[in-house]
């Protein structure tokens, strides 16, 4: 009877001791499965903040009274988080923005600055101030009666970033600004596109302003508002220069070009304004303290993709999935509506519409952006900035 206790006594403590050891095993794989989880979440995205024009645009101009809007079919056909509605996205899906956004593992799509439900938690994951028709000049885009120049877009981000400081403190609010958040900038088109190529109906003392001159204007004007965003606390930015607008359809339709051409005074505008904006972004980075400013060679970038579009599997370069509706400058500038022509194989296009790429491309934009060498990012990818 005395051995049988003793046997049961020390199967007991057995018993004891595996259950602490499972228990201490538990708690350590606990321990470290929440590290590896606030890991991944400190190496995601924090916010991101987007500014420009119709490429990046998620719906701003639909609370807008202008012509330049997006929230009509087909725009959005083959955008999954709307189950294919329009939301005011300028092509038929994801913009360059929003697949950066996921890839990089933000949890939500930045909202529209003027949606009803950028407000609270929801602007902590970043916002979209960009808007249609929209340029770094505040005289550009009148030809759309209503959009957000850059200025206004920089003025509503300081309303934002009054509001991260309620909602977080001033310490944790300038922490996801400085540290874990991208500002993201694709602007300029609609300055050459919407204003110094449209004299007559946009702003006319243009007829008597030298390229050099209106170029010199933008880069003065661009470093105003870039150094704004740095000093509210901006420090990691991705700039993108001017696309070969000279190739876009618009433009091959009101100059009458073949498939295969270009408009020469186009392109050279927007090649004479990257050559600024390039020393710009060196300047603002040995002057700025603390600040990384990234540029994004859209230029070469697309140029390459419309000239070996076939090398990406797709179809065409030059030809607009969505017809614009006719060869006239008025009639080119009207979006993609109801009354369009819509192309069957909407994955082969690299144009969506007269201006904007198609979803496959921007997937294809966004690749070499986030994990492209410097031929078409430099100092670093997205990635990298991103992970700094």
């Known amino acids: 009877m005395v051995l049988l206790n003793a046997s049961s006594c020390s199967m007991t403590k057995t018993i004891m001791a595996l259950n602490y050891y499972n228990t201490l095993a538990t708690l350590l794989f606990l321990l470290v499965s929440s590290y590896g989880t606030f890991a991944a979440q400190k190496q995601s995205l924090g916010a991101s903040f987007i500014f420009g024009d119709s490429l990046v645009d998620a719906g701003n101009n639909n609370y807008l009274s202008t012509l330049s809007r997006a ?143 209106f170029v010199d204007e933008m880069i003065n004007h661009f470093r105003i508002q870039l150094t704004r965003l740095y000093e509210m606390d901006a420090r990691k930015f991705v700039v993108s220069n001017v696309g070969p607008i000279g190739c876009i359809p618009y433009q091959r339709a009101i100059n009458q070009l073949n498939e295969d051409e270009c408009s020469d005074l186009a392109n050279k505008l927007a090649v004479q304004y990257n050559g600024r904006l390039k020393d710009l972004l060196a300047e603002l980075n040995d002057n700025l303290p603390g600040a990384k400013f990234v540029l994004a060679n859209v230029y070469d970038l697309v140029m390459e993709l419309i000239t070996n579009y076939a090398k990406y599997g797709l179809r065409t370069g030059s030809s607009a999935c969505c017809g614009f509706g006719g060869q006239s400058q008025l009639a080119g500038i009207i979006p993609c509506g109801p009354t369009s022509s819509l192309c069957s ?44």
Request: hydrophobic letters at 35%.
């Open 345 to 388: 194989d909407r994955y082969k296009h690299v144009f969506w519409d007269a201006y904007h790429p198609s979803e496959a491309a921007n997937l294809i934009l966004a690749k070499q952006l986030l994990d492209g060498d410097n031929r078409y990012v430099s100092p670093f990818n997205v990635r990298q900035l991103s992970a700094l």
């Open 71 to 213: 929230n009509m079919t087909p725009n959005g056909i083959d955008f999954k988080a709307s189950g294919g509605n329009p939301t005011g996205r300028f092509t038929n899906g994801r913009t360059i923005s929003d697949i950066v956004g996921e890839e990089l593992g933000q949890p939500n799509y930045a909202v529209p600055f003027l949606a009803p439900n950028a407000t609270g938690k929801a602007i902590l994951s970043g916002v979209n101030y960009a808007s249609g028709g929209g340029g770094i000049l505040n005289a550009t885009g009148n030809i759309f009666v209503n959009r957000l120049g850059m200025d206004i877009q920089i003025d509503y981000f300081n309303i934002t970033r009054k509001e991260i400081d309620k909602l977080l403190g001033k310490s944790n609010g300038r922490e996801l600004i400085m540290k874990r958040s991208i500002f993201s900038i694709s602007v300029g088109s609609n300055d050459f596109l919407n204003n110094y190529l449209l004299p007559l109906v946009s702003v006319g003392a243009r007829v008597n302003q030298s390229p050099d001159a």
